[in-house]
């Protein structure tokens, strides 16, 4: 018997869904535009692609959607939160909230306090956690706030204080009191990741609506399977997780995009370039996961330090503007988006389009009337094209991680545009059901698990260190659900600390698996 | 005196970035640590050293530690106005101005946030106007003068003095205290009078941080001649636009080492090897070295004119190489030995960058 995983990506503008068997085959798949509410879109693609399956043969299904990152973007639905700092008497010098735009300051973040707690670069304490004052901020909060966000010093290496401290806040609110714990969230990097947790914690509402629309919508659907949320670097979390952890679901429409176009094309290092209307988008993924950016990612514009795919963009796409000026023509960076199917030459619109330039230089076909283009300057196509060129290989020189020649997987819209041949590319793929990449990325995700934290390898030496997290990262993917069988280490990154002796070493260690089978 | 704005400080930021020529920490921390600074206690006054009594103390203060650290202990305070009134007590005299020992990465700022808590003006002077790692490596060594009496502070309240017999030992102190105290504090050195800031000292060298950030502020923006504007100002000049095709790091005490090569964007036979410890140090086409420390190398996005550190050097990233001069009161006895390509074990004559120099 075939075991049956559905796919859901709620994206800007579609939400689309597959079905796909163990084999990673897609037996069904559908495009539906995303509704004001999402779960309205999410519904109505879960009806239409389970349209002739046995549906007891599905078992699993997967979300990725934009409702969190879009509730940030916005300011909707956000709640307001407490913010507990436990680290004094450092980091004194800069509140919480510091550099956060002012109306989302101003919409998110309640109380706060930098308490006594914390811990130093070797494990000892800064200082004994302050318990009495834990205690006191919690009955300031109460009433105020409906949740509150606890980040520790060095919480990624040791996060004992963090869980006394929620113990705590339960014993004054409550059990079902909402704590957002910051080793939970993010990595080193304290005020990145005291901003993660507290947008975390905003989104707790918008959180358990999604997962509740999405639970209520398999089940009108006679689907008792596992429900699961897509993260950030495309692996995946239990629904209930997700209610917790919601802010490590905003980077995971990208990745499931990179992932599903990868894996339809059946590769696990390649190069993927993701055309759309306004622009492209291109990423790296190594042994079948986007590379991370090292650069601090700003959501909402609010800088925050968690694992997102390195992806570099530019005004590139189909709808992108072309003007021919004195001795040449100039490429963007504005476009006519999605308004290209009425606006190009070729759809009966009058503005000249990379839409245009593609099918009068014959690498898009069957879209629009290419009689319309007849009229546009060779020269003016040739230049254009021979700009596209050069960007989308510029893109991939920066994407790559050595000299290696990798393959590039084009998909999106505006893939068309990706010339066959690039030099230093080893071949363009595009692979079938492309426009659905996004759910099939959603669709084949993996459990995994992670550790990030500072070892020093004059003590135990470098590779027990490497051993103690590998061996970490390993029983947190098994504990998020990956089959003991299967899991595997996918990346290690040495960071050496400089300016010091000594032989202080950041190490960040990943582990992943395919989802154990009950 | 002229007061720091705020405005002064996005490009004094973008200056300090620039000077830390690849190293000299993340100045975002001490950025936000300013900012805070400023809104409890007010503002600061940029003092040139000839507004101050000639025989009032000057003291100095920086961050050291390991950024990694720094970004999880963010700073406290008190560690910074802790080494500060330390040394104070010790000299048993007060001062009238806080100085950065190095204008270059993080350490242009944090002296300002401590003299906006002590109501204290800057001296628009420091002993590098560059990052380099060690504190022996000042104009202020070369000028005799002692980096002790010097204090290393923590958040907590711990504080040691030291006394010691030359800078190279201060230097050893410290870093073995750093390690006890753990890994990000706050340090007072090279306490001197206005007069010996005046005489010994380089000079200007925050205000012509905030001018470099603003011209480079200019050319990030695209304005029209900003890009030559920027090289004249500064002395600077574009040694080369490539493709880093190759960056090999290693650490060994300490020291962050690595080896960057980058080929250029039009001319695939010339390359670009550029050697690492924390800064970017050497840099030599074909072989031959181009620029050398203490005169700055500095990696420029290619794109859009950002400062790029050694820690975010990637495969791939299109740069721009420029060498800038180093200041000019580097250029005396002993600065060879002291910060030349020799100090840093690279066995290659220092090479004054060509044509830079007026």
Same mark, same amino acid.
């Given at each position: 018997?075939?075991?049956?995983?559905?796919?859901?990506?709620?994206?800007?503008?579609?939400?689309?869904?597959?079905?796909?068997?163990?084999?990673?085959?897609?037996?069904?798949?559908?495009?539906?535009?995303?509704?004001?509410?999402?779960?309205?879109?999410?519904?109505?693609?879960?009806?239409?692609?389970?349209?002739?399956?046995?549906?007891?043969?599905?078992?699993?299904?997967?979300?990725?959607?934009?409702?969190?990152?879009?509730?940030?973007?916005?300011?909707?639905?956000?709640?307001?939160?407490? #913010?507990?700092?436990?680290?004094?008497?450092?980091?004194?010098?800069?509140?919480?909230?510091?550099?956060?735009?002012?109306?989302?300051?101003?919409?998110?973040?309640?109380?706060?306090?930098?308490?006594?707690?914390?811990?130093?670069?070797?494990?000892?304490? =800064?200082?004994?956690?302050?318990?009495?004052?834990?205690?006191?901020?919690?009955?300031?909060?109460?009433?105020? #706030?409906?949740?509150?966000?606890?980040?520790?010093?060095?919480?990624?290496?040791?996060?004992?204080?963090?869980?006394?401290?929620?113990? =705590?806040?339960?014993?004054?609110?409550?059990?079902?009191?909402?704590?957002?714990?910051?080793?939970?969230?993010?990595?080193?990097?304290?005020?990145?990741?005291?901003?993660?947790?507290?947008?975390?914690? &905003?989104?707790?509402?918008?959180?358990?609506?999604?997962?509740?629309?999405?639970? &209520?919508?398999?089940?009108?659907?006679?689907?008792?399977?596992?429900?699961?949320?897509?993260?950030?670097?495309?692996?995946?979390?239990?629904? *209930? *997780?997700?209610?917790?952890?919601?802010?490590?679901?905003?980077?995971?429409?990208?990745?499931?995009?990179?992932?599903?176009?990868?894996?339809?094309?059946?590769?696990? $290092?390649?190069?993927?370039? $993701?055309?759309?209307?306004?622009?492209?988008?291109?990423?790296?993924?190594?042994?079948?996961?986007?590379?991370?950016?090292?650069?601090?990612?700003?959501?909402?514009?609010?800088?925050?330090?968690?694992?997102?795919?390195?992806?570099?963009?530019?005004?590139?796409?189909?709808?992108?503007?072309?003007?021919?000026? $004195?001795?040449?023509?100039?490429?963007?960076?504005?476009? #006519?988006?999605?308004?290209?199917?009425?606006?190009?030459? =070729?759809?009966?619109?009058?503005?000249?389009?990379?839409?245009?330039?593609?099918?009068?230089?014959?690498?898009?076909?069957?879209?629009?009337?290419?009689?319309?283009? &007849?009229?546009?300057?060779?020269?003016?196509?040739?230049?254009?094209?021979?700009?596209?060129?050069?960007?989308?290989?510029?893109?991939?020189?920066?994407?790559?991680?050595?000299?290696?020649?990798?393959?590039?997987?084009?998909?999106?819209?505006?893939?068309?545009?990706?010339?066959?041949?690039?030099?230093?590319?080893?071949?363009?793929?595009?692979?079938?059901?492309?426009?659905?990449?996004?759910?099939?990325?959603?669709?084949?995700?993996?459990?995994?698990?992670?550790?990030?934290?500072?070892?020093?390898?004059?003590?135990?030496?470098?590779?027990?260190?490497?051993?103690?997290?590998?061996?970490?990262?390993?029983?947190?993917?098994?504990?998020?659900?990956?089959?003991?069988?299967?899991?595997?280490?996918?990346?290690?990154?040495?960071?050496?600390?400089?300016?010091?002796?000594?032989?202080?070493?950041?190490?960040?260690?990943?582990?992943?698996?395919?989802?154990? =089978?009950? | 005196?002229?007061?720091?704005?705020?405005?002064?400080?996005?490009?004094?930021?973008?200056?300090?970035?620039?000077?830390?020529?690849?190293?000299?920490? !993340?100045?975002?921390?001490?950025?936000?640590?300013?900012?805070?600074?400023?809104?409890?206690?007010?503002?600061?006054?940029?003092?040139?050293?000839?507004?101050?009594?000639?025989?009032?103390?000057?003291?100095?203060?920086?961050?050291?530690?390991?950024?990694?650290?720094?970004?999880?202990?963010?700073?406290?305070?008190?560690?910074?106005?802790?080494?500060?009134?330390?040394?104070?007590?010790?000299?048993?005299?007060?001062?009238?101005?806080?100085?950065?020992?190095?204008?270059?990465?993080?350490?242009?700022?944090?002296?300002?946030?401590?003299?906006?808590?002590?109501?204290?003006?800057?001296?628009?002077?420091?002993?590098?106007?560059?990052?380099?790692?060690?504190?022996?490596?000042?104009?202020?060594?070369?000028?005799?003068?002692?980096?002790?009496?010097?204090?290393?502070?923590?958040?907590?309240?711990?504080?040691?003095?030291?006394?010691?017999?030359?800078?190279?030992?201060?230097?050893?102190?410290?870093?073995?205290?750093?390690?006890?105290?753990?890994?990000?504090?706050?340090?007072?050195?090279?306490?001197?009078?206005?007069?010996?800031?005046?005489?010994?000292?380089?000079?200007?060298?925050?205000?012509?941080?905030?001018?470099?950030?603003?011209?480079?502020?200019?050319?990030?923006?695209?304005?029209?001649?900003?890009?030559?504007?920027?090289?004249?100002?500064?002395?600077?000049?574009?040694?080369?636009?490539?493709?880093?095709?190759?960056?090999?790091?290693?650490?060994?005490?300490?020291?962050?080492?690595?080896?960057?090569?980058?080929?250029?964007?039009?001319?695939?036979?010339?390359?670009?090897?550029?050697?690492?410890?924390?800064?970017?140090?050497?840099?030599?086409? !074909?072989?031959?070295?181009?620029?050398?420390?203490?005169?700055?190398?500095?990696?420029?996005?290619?794109?859009?004119?950002?400062?790029?550190?050694?820690?975010?050097?990637?495969?791939?990233?299109?740069?721009?190489?420029?060498?800038?001069?180093?200041?000019?009161?580097?250029?005396?006895?002993?600065?060879?030995?002291?910060?030349?390509?020799?100090?840093?074990?690279?066995?290659?004559?220092?090479?004054?960058?060509?044509?830079?120099?007026?």
């Amino acid at each position: 018997m075939s075991r049956l995983r559905i796919g859901i990506d709620v994206g800007g503008t579609n939400t689309d869904a597959v079905v796909v068997d163990q084999d990673g085959n897609v037996l069904a798949s559908t495009k539906a535009a995303t509704t004001l509410d999402p779960s309205d879109g999410i519904a109505a693609a879960l009806k239409a692609v389970i349209e002739g399956i046995d549906k007891s043969h599905i078992k699993q299904a997967m979300l990725g959607t934009t409702h969190p990152a879009n509730a940030i973007i916005q300011r909707k639905d956000l709640q307001q939160v407490g #913010v507990l700092r436990l680290a004094a008497p450092s980091s004194l010098a800069i509140r919480p909230g510091a550099a956060w735009p002012k109306d989302l300051h101003a919409t998110v973040i309640g109380p706060s306090a930098i308490i006594k707690g914390g811990y130093e670069y070797d494990g000892s304490e =800064i200082s004994p956690l302050d318990e009495q004052a834990v205690r006191d901020f919690a009955q300031k909060c109460k009433g105020v #706030v409906n949740a509150i966000a606890v980040s520790c010093a060095f919480a990624p290496a040791n996060y004992e204080q963090e869980l006394r401290a929620a113990a =705590i806040i339960a014993e004054e609110l409550g059990e079902d009191y909402a704590v957002s714990l910051s080793h939970q969230v993010g990595a080193i990097g304290l005020l990145e990741r005291e901003n993660a947790t507290i947008l975390n914690a &905003s989104l707790f509402g918008v959180a358990k609506r999604v997962v509740d629309g999405f639970q &209520s919508a398999l089940l009108s659907h006679g689907l008792k399977v596992d429900s699961y949320l897509t993260q950030n670097d495309g692996t995946l979390m239990t629904a *209930e *997780e997700a209610i917790r952890l919601p802010i490590l679901t905003v980077g995971s429409g990208p990745t499931n995009s990179m992932r599903g176009a990868c894996a339809l094309a059946k590769l696990s $290092d390649a190069l993927v370039i $993701d055309v759309g209307g306004t622009s492209a988008d291109v990423g790296i993924l190594i042994d079948g996961f986007p590379r991370e950016s090292s650069a601090a990612v700003e959501v909402g514009g609010v800088r925050t330090n968690f694992r997102m795919p390195d992806l570099i963009s530019i005004g590139l796409g189909g709808g992108t503007i072309v003007r021919e000026e $004195d001795g040449g023509v100039r490429v963007g960076p504005d476009s #006519v988006g999605y308004r290209v199917v009425t606006e190009a030459l =070729i759809t009966g619109g009058s503005t000249l389009t990379l839409s245009d330039i593609s099918t009068k230089g014959g690498r898009l076909e069957g879209f629009g009337d290419a009689s319309k283009v &007849s009229g546009v300057k060779d020269a003016t196509v040739t230049a254009a094209l021979a700009w596209v060129d050069e960007q989308v290989q510029i893109l991939c020189d920066r994407m790559k991680a050595s000299r290696t020649s990798l393959p590039l997987i084009a998909v999106g819209g505006g893939s068309h545009l990706v010339p066959d041949n690039i030099p230093g590319v080893a071949g363009v793929i595009r692979p079938a059901h492309h426009s659905v990449a996004n759910a099939f990325g959603a669709a084949i995700a993996e459990a995994s698990g992670a550790v990030d934290r500072v070892y020093r390898y004059e003590a135990e030496g470098r590779d027990a260190c490497l051993d103690d997290a590998k061996r970490l990262a390993t029983e947190a993917a098994i504990r998020a659900g990956a089959d003991i069988d299967h899991v595997r280490i996918t990346s290690v990154v040495e960071v050496p600390m400089s300016y010091l002796p000594g032989q202080g070493c950041r190490v960040q260690v990943k582990a992943a698996g395919p989802l154990a =089978i009950h | 005196m002229r007061e720091l704005t705020l405005e002064d400080l996005d490009d004094m930021v973008l200056g300090a970035t620039l000077l830390g020529a690849g190293g000299g920490g !993340d100045p975002y921390i001490a950025r936000l640590m300013v900012r805070q600074a400023m809104e409890d206690f007010g503002s600061v006054m940029i003092a040139s050293p000839d507004e101050l009594d000639p025989d009032g103390l000057v003291l100095t203060t920086a961050v050291i530690g390991a950024p990694t650290v720094i970004s999880e202990k963010v700073p406290a305070g008190p560690e910074f106005v802790g080494c500060v009134n330390s040394l104070a007590a010790y000299l048993g005299k007060k001062p009238v101005a806080i100085m950065p020992i190095e204008v270059g990465g993080m350490n242009t700022l944090i002296p300002i946030a401590v003299a906006a808590e002590m109501g204290l003006p800057v001296i628009d002077a420091d002993s590098m106007r560059r990052a380099f790692p060690q504190i022996e490596m000042t104009v202020f060594t070369l000028a005799g003068i002692p980096a002790s009496p010097m204090s290393v502070a923590d958040e907590k309240g711990n504080v040691v003095v030291f006394q010691t017999t030359t800078n190279q030992v201060a230097e050893k102190l410290a870093r073995a205290s750093v390690m006890q105290l753990g890994m990000a504090n706050g340090i007072s050195c090279y306490p001197m009078t206005v007069k010996q800031v005046r005489e010994f000292g380089i000079q200007g060298s925050m205000s012509y941080c905030v001018d470099l950030g603003r011209k480079l502020s200019a050319v990030q923006r695209g304005e029209a001649g900003a890009y030559d504007a920027f090289l004249e100002f500064s002395g600077g000049q574009k040694y080369f636009s490539g493709k880093v095709i190759d960056i090999d790091r290693r650490t060994t005490e300490g020291f962050a080492k690595g080896t960057l090569v980058i080929e250029h964007l039009t001319d695939p036979t010339r390359t670009m090897r550029i050697e690492i410890q924390n800064e970017l140090l050497m840099a030599f086409e !074909d072989g031959k070295p181009v620029v050398t420390t203490p005169d700055l190398i500095c990696i420029l996005d290619h794109e859009n004119a950002q400062p790029i550190t050694t820690e975010t050097l990637a495969f791939g990233q299109r740069v721009d190489v420029i060498g800038l001069p180093c200041a000019p009161e580097w250029h005396q006895e002993g600065m060879l030995e002291l910060v030349g390509p020799k100090a840093f074990g690279y066995d290659v004559p220092y090479t004054p960058m060509e044509g830079a120099r007026k």
